[in-house]
C-alpha cells in the first residue's frame, strides 16, 4: 500500500485538501499540466488525488487490475505523472505508449471540474474512504465513482440479484424480500438492472426508515441503464449510494456486467438469487461469491418454470432456501429459525374475487400460464376465464404480459 493522503471524494461532495469550498479547483491552482486555473496572485493549490486516480480510470485498456497495479506502487499524482512520461507499464511498452498518448489529451483540471457539476465523487484504492471490506479483496476496485453516501456501506450488506425477464413471482418475492430485510435494518446490495435487481431495490426504498439501499452498476454512475429506471437511480442515490467502477460517460457495455458482479458479491455478507435460468448472469454473482466464501442462498421456485432452473439447480446442490426475509435474518445471525417474518405484509387492499374469480386464481398457480392452460386446469369455459380473468386484472390480481397470465402477490 502506497499510502498516499487526501480525500478522494468528488468535488461537490465535500472540499479537499488543494480544492475550494465547492472542490473545483481554487483559484490560482496549478494544473499537472502546469496550466494555472483561475486567477494569478493567489497560492498554488493541488488537486486531489481523487481526480488523478479518474483519470488513470478513463485511459484505454485501464481495467481494474492494472490501476490497483498502479495504486499499490505510486500515489495517483505519482502515476499519472507517469503515465504521461510513458512509464506507467513497465512491462508491456505498448500499453505505456498507448496510455501516454491518451493521457496527453486529457485536461484533469476540467475532468474533475465536471464530476462536481454531475455530482460524482471518488474513492480510490487505498485512500480515505474505501470500503474496508474490498481493500482486502482479492480483485478490488482501482476506483468506485459514486453518488450518494458511502457511510450506507456501514452496516450488515445482503446481495439479491436475478433474471432480468423474471417472472411476476419473482418480481413480487424479491421486492418483498428488499423491503422486509431494508426493514430490519439490512441494506440491499444489487444492480439495478430490470427485473429482479430493480425490484428488491424498489422494495427497499418503500420500507419506512429502512436501510440505505446500495446500488452497483455496469456503466458510469451519469449513464442510466435501463433508461426506464431513471427515477429509481436517483431514489437510491438520493437514500443510499450508487456506485460503478466505470468512469463518466461509460457505456453499459455487455463484459462490464460480470465484472461488475463481483463488487456485488465482494460488498455481499449473504447474496440471495431470487430467479434465474440455467445460464443467466446470475452465475457470475455466485461463483464470485463462493470465491470469497459468502453464503449463497435460493428463492424456491417452480419446477417448471424456466427463470427457476438456476435457483432450484442451487438449492439441489445444497444451497439454503430464501423462502422469506427471516430466513436470510438468520443465515446473518439476526434471527433464529422458527421466528416470526421481519415485518407484517401489507394489509390487503384487494376486494376479494368473485366465485368463479377464485377458481380461476387458484388454477393460475405461483407461475405463468396461458390462457388454455388456465381452461384445462379451472374447468370452466373459456368465456368463464376469460371474464374472471378480465376481473382479477382490473382489481390487482392478476396480470397479462404477452399471452400469458401471472398471478400478483400484493395489491
Known amino acids: 500500500m502506497n499510502g498516499h493522503t487526501g480525500s478522494a471524494q468528488g468535488p461537490a461532495a465535500q472540499p479537499s485538501r488543494g480544492t475550494g469550498s465547492a472542490g473545483a479547483p481554487a483559484a490560482g491552482s496549478v494544473s499537472p499540466s502546469g496550466r494555472t486555473a483561475g486567477s494569478a496572485g493567489t497560492p498554488a493549490l493541488e488537486l486531489p488525488p481523487g481526480s488523478f486516480v479518474a ?18 506502487r505510486w500515489s495517483p499524482a505519482d502515476a499519472w505523472r507517469r503515465v504521461g512520461e510513458g512509464r506507467g507499464h513497465d512491462d508491456d511498452s ?41 481493500t482486502d479483496d482479492h480483485e478490488p476496485p482501482g476506483a468506485l465513482f459514486h453518488r450518494g453516501d458511502p457511510a450506507a456501506l456501514d452496516g450488515r450488506r445482503v446481495g439479491i440479484v436475478g433474471t432480468r425477464r423474471c417472472t411476476r413471482y ?29 425490484a428488491a431495490h424498489a422494495g427497499a426504498l418503500a420500507a419506512s426508515g429502512g436501510a440505505p439501499p446500495i446500488a452497483v452498476v455496469g456503466s458510469g454512475v451519469d449513464v442510466v441503464y435501463p433508461k426506464r429506471h431513471a427515477q429509481l437511480w436517483a431514489d437510491v442515490a438520493a437514500a443510499g449510494l450508487l456506485v460503478s467502477e466505470a468512469p463518466l460517460g461509460a457505456a453499459p457495455e455487455p463484459w462490464r456486467f460480470p465484472v461488475r458482479n ?92 368473485e366465485p368463479a374469480g377464485a377458481v380461476v386464481l387458484d388454477a393460475l398457480g405461483w407461475e405463468p400460464a396461458s390462457l388454455e392452460g388456465v381452461v384445462l386446469r379451472s374447468g370452466l369455459s373459456p368465456a368463464q376465464v376469460m371474464v374472471a380473468l378480465a376481473h382479477l386484472e382490473r382489481d390487482g390480481w392478476a396480470t397479462s404480459r404477452q399471452g400469458w397470465w401471472e398471478r400478483v402477490a400484493h395489491g
Not at 505505456?96 to 484504492?125: I, K, P, T, Y
Not at 455481499?268 to 435460468?277: M, R
Open 55 to 72: 483519470a488513470l480510470a478513463g485511459l484505454p485498456a485501464m481495467g481494474h487490475r492494472r490501476l490497483v497495479a498502479l495504486l499499490r
Open 94 to 134: 505498448d500499453v505505456a505508449e498507448l496510455w501516454r498518448r491518451a493521457a496527453a489529451s486529457v485536461d484533469v483540471d476540467d475532468l474533475w471540474l465536471r464530476h462536481g457539476r454531475a455530482g460524482v465523487g471518488v474513492l480510490a484504492f487505498g485512500g480515505p474512504g474505501y470500503p474496508a471490506v474490498l
Open 262 to 353: 463481483r463488487v456485488i458479491a465482494a460488498l455481499s455478507e449473504v447474496v440471495v438469487v431470487v430467479e434465474s435460468h440455467a445460464r443467466g448472469g446470475s452465475r457470475y454473482t455466485v461463483e464470485a461469491a463462493a470465491e470469497r466464501s459468502r453464503t449463497v442462498m435460493a428463492v424456491p421456485g417452480s419446477v417448471r418454470s424456466p427463470a427457476s432452473a438456476y435457483t432450484n439447480a442451487l438449492l439441489a446442490d445444497g444451497c439454503p432456501p430464501a423462502r422469506d426475509a427471516t430466513d436470510v435474518l438468520v443465515a446473518l445471525g439476526l434471527s433464529t429459525a422458527g421466528s416470526s417474518a421481519a415485518t407484517a405484509a401489507p394489509a390487503e387492499v384487494r376486494p376479494p374475487p
Open 170 to 198: 419473482g418480481k413480487d418475492l424479491a421486492h418483498e424480500l428488499g423491503r422486509d430485510l431494508a426493514a430490519s435494518g439490512v441494506r440491499i446490495v444489487s444492480g439495478l438492472a430490470a427485473g429482479i435487481d430493480g
